[in-house]
């Protein structure tokens, strides 16, 4: 049986929102395993569990670059151990060029992109020269996560908040400047996962699928009813996780695919990156680690 630490009932509680109590009965039940504690969370709790997707576990900021037509673009996250490191000025440059080098060069991966020189320096310098050279200007550890070009279909437009932990791009097809803008603001703010139902990855419905016939098993009623609790509960869910099932973050009496038919206008596709989504952060209990490297029992 896997130890239970405060640190760990504090972390899922920040991602759920639930009661400590609570918290603590799930990392029991599931042996200390904090994705599967959450998962018992929203079959107990329903809504009062959050998804753990929405949570930020690492620094750093998200690059964008569009060019002129609107027709080329790029972004890339760029990682780094604090916040204050997020916004030095040779930091947030180090991400802008990222992002102007992969529309440029399209590098296929990030082990490509390592390799490319970046422009403006004077002996053509490698990413990967330039990164551990502003490793040893920061003193911290400053790595690319991920990035993705995007060609349009039709123009793109970005969106960039909170200090550049969340950027989008969206690709939208026969849309004036200002819903372009506005879609570009609502994915940043609703965070889809995908565009529509058929490009929602199939393990995440099945995951929630499961949550859904666990919570509707629990309630008693006859095997009909509980096939059509767990249906609609997925058919809600692919609503809230989809561009155009979603309400507009401007108008909830409209969904984004109702905004777009009246407009005749459509989404072609989207790229958003939140800093740190999906990372683990590591903690440290430092009051511990002194205790111990001295030898002593903590009451």
Request: hydrophobic share 45%.
């Amino acid at each position: 049986m896997a130890e239970i630490t405060a640190g760990m009932v504090r972390e899922l509680r920040d991602m759920t929102d639930a009661p400590m109590m609570e918290c603590k009965r799930a990392l029991t039940e599931a042996d200390g395993d904090l994705a599967r504690a959450e998962d018992i969370l929203r079959i107990k709790l329903g809504n009062k569990a959050t998804r753990a997707s929405s949570r930020i576990a690492a620094e750093g900021v998200v690059g964008t670059w569009i060019g002129t037509d609107g027709k080329l673009g790029a972004i890339v996250e760029l990682n780094c151990e604090t916040d204050f490191v997020a916004k030095n000025q040779d930091f947030l440059g180090f991400a802008a060029k990222l992002a102007r080098l992969v529309a440029d060069k399209n590098p296929p991966d990030l082990g490509a992109l390592s390799a490319l020189a970046i422009e403006g320096t004077a002996q053509g310098t490698p990413v990967e020269d330039a990164r551990k050279a502003l490793v040893g200007k920061i003193g911290e550890n400053i790595s690319i996560r991920r990035f993705v070009r995007l060609q349009a279909r039709g123009r793109l437009a970005q969106y960039v908040h909170g200090g550049a932990k969340i950027g989008t791009i969206v690709d939208v097809v026969g849309a004036d400047e200002v819903l372009a803008r506005d879609l570009a603001m609502h994915v940043a703010a609703s965070r889809p996962v995908a565009l529509s139902r058929d490009e929602v990855p199939a393990a995440l419905i099945q995951r929630e699928r499961d949550i859904a016939a666990a919570k509707a098993a629990e309630s008693g009623k006859p095997a009909n009813i509980v096939e059509k609790m767990v249906e609609g509960s997925v058919q809600k869910f692919l609503k809230e996780v989809t561009l155009l099932g979603q309400p507009f973050v401007k108008d909830d009496k409209q969904t984004i695919e109702a905004l777009l038919k009246s407009r005749s206008a459509s989404v072609a596709q989207f790229a958003l990156y939140v800093v740190g989504e999906g990372i683990e952060k590591k903690t440290t209990d430092f009051a511990a680690e002194v205790m111990a490297q001295a030898g002593l029992a903590r009451a």
